[in-house]
């Protein structure tokens, strides 16, 4: 909800500290990506896509968020 409301940063560290209790987690993975990368923290933003890439390197499926991962640069 805060990054749907606009508040990039404060999401960023929500998807952190739930990725730290439940790791690997496709959608946390993602979350924290957009939330980066709404907040302008390109770096941070390529990490977490790169982790998204490789939670779903065994999909067999080509879901949106995975596309939009993948093609982020």
Known sequence: MLLESGDAKPALVAFEATM??????????YGAARAAEADGDRA???KYYQQVVEI???ADTDRPELARARSFE
Do not use: V, Y
């Open 56 to 58: 779903a390197k065994s």
């Open 20 to 29: 730290k209790k439940e790791p690997n987690r496709f959608r946390g993975a």
């Open 44 to 46: 941070a933003a390529r």
